[in-house]
């Protein structure tokens, strides 16, 4: 009866107005920015540990994680006092990690060591280690929380992971340093960008045989300078986000025929980029410019950039 | 291996699928019962005589290079033991005066096609030119010597160590970036500091340089180790240095004899450039950008010591023919042997872009290192300097100026 209420309330007065928050990792100022999504400003820079790239919100949306890539640890911030309130343990140099559904452990990529380590939150330890290819790097996990996908850069493959036994179920071999890792809404693809090649590849999740392979193009650039990296799904299923790099675009792709629809010129070098909750912005860190572009995706134009600290790469966005 | 002969890049998508099914099924397979196949690549160096250190910080290295290769087979069997391919280095380092020729035809007995040859150019000349070699690659990971690329270029070898003509555009155009067009050369006496000179006047000449004052090193090369040796040469520098006004002094000390006694001492305040103080380099300690921390610790992890341009050249050599048997699910060496030379072939190389060989004269294209003592400076090539195919090949000796005829 509450969630039909809900449901109604939702439906008459349509989603809240974007009282949205916009957390950005500054990798190079050791900074986690705060920005006021509805009025795009930039309202306060949390200090966390070194090299902070990696983010992800708990389930509960009140904390976010941070890796810190040079301390070898993730932060814990409490999003109400918006400061560091607790450390956990992380492996060596965490990069990009995932919340698992049951909000209780991280799957983190250790770069340095070639493995995945998993972290009970609460009692803030590693429980376990997976073997992977080398330099591991982008993090996903099913939305049924079954199945954990790690990318390996210099091994050109995507390790798929057993979430509850912790053991290799596949690796398949993708494009040239594969940076991030996706699963569709529906669970039924996984996309894998690859930074060298400038590529995204889609494997069937149930068979896992390819089953697409997205090229871009960049009127002039060459093709060194395409380079695919971060990846956001449309909570539709219908279009995918991915960020290219020193191409200083965002592709906007058509799930269905994996076609680019079209480009988003942002700024320099975007890492990443996230969706508002209404679906209607998305927002890239861009790591060379040191700011962040909202793009409205309604009317199909960036409408501002905005400093956000030196060295952007990982955009969360919260309540 | 059944699919051995898919020429990658021309997949149709079922045979992709079918291809990617298949490396699905040897992962698995593989710790049960299939064979894994071995690619062995062969290791060619020469014991060198040790330069004197120069300042009590300096380390001296005996296995620059074979390290490198080392690291790069290890990498190479990160993707390989997911695929069912192993592997191996086979190593020989030739004693001084030693022939190349016999080490060759060991290797072409052993049934190897891939040599890291951490030669120098005389020798690695002859090895090329051995019974045996016509049909193996060569990997050049030591010598930058323009003329390997120009009118000694050789069919059967690769260069993954930069050329002093790039070194030397990649310098240059940092300093024209900089506004520092007016250079003092100041080069020293041995036919390679002649040569990198060479390549400094011809990088200015290109990028809108100028050299107003050039000029031999002649003095003897001093110890500055004595006791109070500072003495000498806080007197004898600057008088060497005491010239009209320039606004970069760019040195050519290949064999790092008086070179970095430079900064510091001038006569003039000016920075110092070259092959010491700010240099261009294929490969820095200093570098940790585009992931490079990632390699920098895996080497010191195996080495012990900081990764050298002579490592960083051969793990290149080794981590393309990984590479290649990767994209081919082959370990056929005239399959790899000619994906390594075509479109298609791109390397991972911690420098931010994919890396080809250019198919004129078999040099890899590589951004290229500007690094201070302690951090990295820039990366070449510079904003601005363009290109019509890539802006890679504003570095280095370009198809329409080759001299090469394969």
Request: a negative charge; hydrophobic letters at 45%; proline letters at 5%.
């Amino acid at each position: 009866m509450q969630i039909l209420t809900t449901l109604l309330l939702v439906l008459v007065f349509g989603p809240p107005a974007a009282a949205e928050t916009i957390y950005v990792s500054n990798e190079q100022d050791n900074t986690v920015a705060v920005v006021d999504g509805a009025t795009m400003t930039l309202q306060a820079a949390i200090d966390v540990g070194r090299r902070p790239r990696g983010m992800a919100l708990s389930v509960d949306k009140k904390t976010l994680f941070v890796a810190e890539g040079d301390d070898n640890r993730i932060d814990v911030v409490d999003l109400a006092k918006r400061q560091v309130v607790g450390q956990l343990p992380s492996g060596a140099d965490p990069e990009f990690f995932v919340v698992h559904p049951d909000g209780k452990r991280l799957f983190v990529a250790n770069e340095n060591d070639n493995q995945v380590s998993v972290v009970d939150i609460a009692g803030a330890k590693i429980i376990g280690t997976v073997d992977v290819g080398v330099e591991p790097e982008g993090m996903a996990i099913s939305a049924d929380g079954r199945t954990v996908a790690c990318t390996s850069e210099t091994t050109s493959m995507v390790h798929l992971i057993d979430a509850t036994a912790l053991e290799l179920i596949d690796n398949l071999l993708v494009d040239t340093r594969p940076r991030a890792a996706a699963f569709s809404v529906d669970g039924k693809q996984l996309w894998v960008s690859s930074e060298i090649r400038g590529t995204v590849t889609i494997f069937d999740t149930a068979t896992r045989a390819q089953t697409g392979k997205i090229e871009f193009e960049v009127p002039g650039i060459r093709r060194e300078g395409v380079q695919a990296v971060g990846i956001e799904m449309s909570r539709d299923g219908a279009t995918a986000y991915v960020a290219l790099g020193p191409a200083n675009r965002v592709a906007e792709v058509d799930t269905k025929t994996f076609t680019v629809r079209r480009l988003y010129l942002v700024g320099q070098r975007p890492w990443h980029v996230a969706l508002s909750g209404d679906q209607k912005q998305l927002i890239s860190a861009n790591g060379n410019s040191g700011d962040i572009s909202f793009i409205d995706l309604e009317n199909r134009e960036v409408v501002k950039s905005l400093p956000v600290g030196r060295g952007p790469w990982g955009v969360v966005i919260g309540p | 291996m059944a699919i051995s002969n898919i020429q990658l890049g021309l997949l149709d998508l079922s045979r992709t699928r079918l291809a990617l099914a298949f490396v699905g099924l040897l992962a698995i397979a593989v710790p049960a019962h299939a064979e894994p196949q071995t690619m062995v690549i062969g290791y060619l160096g020469e014991q060198r005589k040790l330069p004197l250190p120069l300042g009590p910080l300096d380390e001296a290295v005996t296995d620059d290079g074979l390290q490198g290769a080392r690291l790069g087979i290890a990498d190479d069997a990160g993707t390989g033991r997911f695929l069912g391919q192993q592997f191996r280095l086979q190593e020989r380092v030739l004693k001084p005066g030693e022939a190349p020729a016999e080490a060759v035809n060991a290797f072409a007995a052993a049934g190897i096609s891939f040599v890291v040859a951490d030669l120098d150019a005389a020798q690695l000349l002859q090895a090329s030119a051995a019974p045996g070699a016509e049909r193996m690659t060569l990997f050049n990971s030591r010598d930058p010597d323009d003329s390997l690329r120009q009118e000694n270029c050789r069919r059967n070898v690769l260069h993954t160590v930069p050329s002093r003509a790039m070194l030397a555009d990649a310098l240059a155009q940092y300093l024209v970036w900089k506004g520092w067009q007016h250079w003092f050369l100041l080069t020293g006496p041995h036919p390679d500091d002649l040569a990198m000179a060479a390549a400094f006047r011809r990088a200015a000449a290109r990028f809108g340089a100028q050299i107003t004052i050039d000029k031999p090193w002649t003095f003897r090369p001093a110890n500055g180790r004595a006791d109070t040796g500072h003495v000498t040469l806080q007197t004898e520098i600057p008088a060497a240095t005491q010239v009209g006004d320039y606004d970069v002094l760019v040195v050519a000390d290949e064999a790092d004899e008086f070179g970095a006694y430079l900064d510091g001492r001038t006569a003039l305040p000016r920075t110092v450039a070259g092959t010491q103080g700010l240099v261009a380099t294929g490969w820095s300690a200093v570098d940790e950008e585009w992931g490079a921390t990632q390699l920098q610790d895996r080497f010191h992890k195996l080495a012990g010591r900081w990764m050298l341009p002579s490592d960083y050249a051969a793990w290149l050599a080794v981590r393309s023919v990984g590479e290649a048997a990767t994209r081919l699910h082959s370990l056929d060496p005239t399959a790899i042997a000619k994906y390594l030379r075509s479109d298609d072939f791109l390397l991972a190389g911690f420098k931010g872009q994919g890396l080809s060989f250019r198919p004129w004269d078999g040099q890899m294209r590589q951004p290229i290192l500007i690094a201070g003592p302690r951090l990295l400076v820039s990366s070449s090539p510079q904003p601005g300097f363009l290109h019509q195919r890539t802006p890679l090949d504003t570095l280095g000796i370009d198809l329409e100026e080759s001299a090469c005829k394969f």
